[in-house]
């Protein structure tokens, strides 16, 4: 039995083009929010958690409602469309009032504004979700995880695209002395993005015909289904699992308050600290991700070898370490410079490592049971601390100072160290594999 990988790199389109908007949204909201609208780094902080507060009641429920829905074309492709749709629109309302309210502000347009951002919010919630499930859908069991490793590196690649077009649309040489950036041309590249990427997901994945042959095939391997529960259809965890399980999802959550404090607030930080406009910023995160891309399948090799759990140690303290380099570098130089991009590229390195490994370690626990459930545990943790931490994060940026990012960030990686010592199941060893092979193990 073979992963398609054709399918299977169609299929991840929907996350490339949610990846490329995230990674726009991250970017570029934070600094129309302090730069155009004056909100200080509190609000601004409040406003960009919102998402992840909106997250943890709309990505559950519409997965769930997904689950229910019964279409002619499908039960997740209904919310993929009517979802990218719905934010190609919104998306595009938001520059121009950014651009209108630098003309002539007014509380209307600021009020206007946050709605948007809200509805656009709203919008990405209903089919996350669904997207997310699609592959699962059509995917054998034992392949999930080669399938999630493409999908993975499809979702990066929607980062990098972003960055790459921001890089190029957005040096230094373009903004610089401008009172105000028009990001309306950034926007509207990446609604096309997004537009195409479903498009051809929708011509080429036919999701009730593929269903259907992947549930014919798990009713020829009854074996697949490895569920135990205890009479009532629950799944029960030993003690000493359920001890590991803890840990580990706070372990997750103290890493994801760290990543998540300077991916939010870096292109503001670069602009406070160094005086360096979006360009820059973004060149540093495209390292930054494209050395995440490069790194997914060595360190699925290197798992295979030494185990998911020290992959991911190793990880935290690059990544711990990285991030204390972070604020030598940015307080010591006034521009960004290349051992900066060296950083940020170990940075991409120490991501994956712990990116890669922790979900299937999640998954890993709950002994076949319902995997959507431990994927909800993943992204429940992971989504309170990225609620958290850019609020917090802001705060301390404003009441102490700007340069406070990176140790904080620092601080909060290191502590992750701590709570994974005590995470003892999960962890895996198997044969080294080669290629997407080393993903076999890691999200059955």
């Known amino acids: 039995m073979k992963l398609d990988n054709k399918r299977t790199i169609l299929t991840g389109l929907a996350f490339l083009s949610i990846c490329a908007f995230w990674q726009m949204y991250n970017s570029i909201v934070p600094l129309i929010l302090t730069n155009t609208f004056h909100l200080n780094e509190t609000y601004s902080g409040a406003i960009m958690a919102a998402d992840n507060v909106l997250a943890l009641f709309l990505l559950p429920l519409f997965g769930a409602i997904s689950d229910k829905t019964h279409t002619k074309i499908g039960k997740r492709m209904p ?20 651009n209108s309210y630098a003309a002539a502000p007014t509380t209307f347009k600021t009020v206007s504004f946050v709605v948007v951002l809200g509805l656009l919010l709203v919008a990405m919630g209903t089919y996350r979700s669904p997207a997310v ?77 593929l269903v259907a042959e992947q549930q014919k095939l798990e009713a020829q391997h009854p074996e697949w289904n490895l569920a135990e529960d205890d009479g009532s259809g629950n799944e029960t965890l030993p003690k000493p699992v359920k001890k590991s399980l803890i840990f580990l999802l706070s372990s997750i959550c103290l890493w994801f308050v760290g990543y998540n404090a300077v991916e939010t607030w870096f292109t503001t930080y670069v ?8 360009g820059g910023a973004s060149t540093c995160l495209l390292i930054a991700t494209g050395g995440a891309v490069i790194s997914y399948i060595p360190i699925g090799v290197i798992a295979s070898k030494v185990g998911r759990k020290r992959t991911i140690m190793a990880g935290i303290i690059l990544l711990a370490a ?57 992204y429940t943790f992971s989504m309170v601390a990225q609620v958290v931490t850019p609020i917090v994060a802001g705060s301390l940026m404003r009441h102490i100072s700007y340069t406070v990012l990176f140790p904080y960030a620092a601080l909060f990686v290191a502590l992750s160290f701590v709570t994974m010592i005590f995470v003892k199941h999960g962890d895996n060893k198997p044969e080294a594999k080669r290629g997407l092979d080393a993903f076999e193990d890691l999200d059955d």
């Open 79 to 98: 919310f993929i469309l009517f979802g990218t749709g719905l934010a190609i629109i919104l998306m595009n309302l938001l520059p121009l009032i950014d």
């Open 271 to 278: 602009s406070q600290v160094m005086g360096q406009a979006l």
């Open 322 to 378: 990285c991030f204390g380099l972070g604020y030598f570098l940015t307080t010591a130089y006034s521009e960004i410079n290349v051992i900066m991009f060296i950083v940020f590229a170990l940075v991409g390195l120490a991501w994956a490592a712990i990116n890669v490994n922790s979900l299937p370690m999640v998954v890993e626990m709950c002994r076949g049971s319902d995997i959507g459930k431990f994927t909800g545990y993943y």
């Open 133 to 209: 499930a699609l592959m699962p859908d059509i995917t054998p069991k034992p392949l999930r995880s080669k399938g999630n490793a493409i999908i993975n590196l499809m979702g990066a690649l929607g980062g990098v695209i972003y960055l790459g077009v921001a890089a190029v649309m957005y040096p230094n040489s373009k903004v610089e002395g401008l009172a105000h950036v028009n990001y309306q041309p950034l926007f509207m590249v990446v609604s096309a993005i997004m537009f195409v990427a479903i498009a051809v997901l929708f011509l080429t994945i036919k999701e009730p015909k």
